[in-house]
């Protein structure tokens, strides 16, 4: 099978599995999500071996370099060899994911359930005196 030089960056970011479907990349690369050699570019874009991406999906981001390219959507384990993320990149992600786990340690504890009917109804007898 012969290499390809280049694929659209939607493409490319599901084959990637940076995004569960072609739509979804394309959509996070037309709202601005995604950039390709530091710049905001079209979902259309080709991406070569060597291209630059920034990928911010959710509270998450990446900076790669785009290692392989392939036409279609492997495992996990393979789709992780498309791309090479920096160092920074991976040190930066590893943080704010243990703050976000303190975060949301602390948050947990201090939110209770909803009351229930019984709750419910004292509350109101309170507002009401």
């Known amino acids: 099978m012969a290499q390809l030089e280049s694929i659209r ?15 979804l990349a394309a959509e996070a690369v037309s709202g601005g999500k995604v950039h390709l050699n530091g710049q905001r570019t ?17 509270h998450l981001s990446w900076d790669i370099i785009v290692v392989a390219i392939n036409a279609q959507r492997r495992p996990a384990s393979e789709a992780v060899l498309l791309y090479e993320e920096t160092a920074a990149s991976r ?15 602390f948050l947990h504890n201090d939110v209770t359930e909803r009351p229930n009917k019984k709750q419910r109804r004292q509350i109101h007898r309170f507002k009401q005196q």
């Open 91 to 105: 040190l930066k992600r590893e943080q704010d994911a243990a703050q976000r786990r303190i975060e949301r340690q």
């Open 9 to 23: 960056l939607d493409k490319w970011l599901w084959t990637a599995r940076f995004f569960k479907t072609r739509k």
């Open 42 to 58: 079209k979902p259309g874009k080709e991406v070569k071996v060597d291209s630059h991406i920034i990928i911010h999906k959710d």
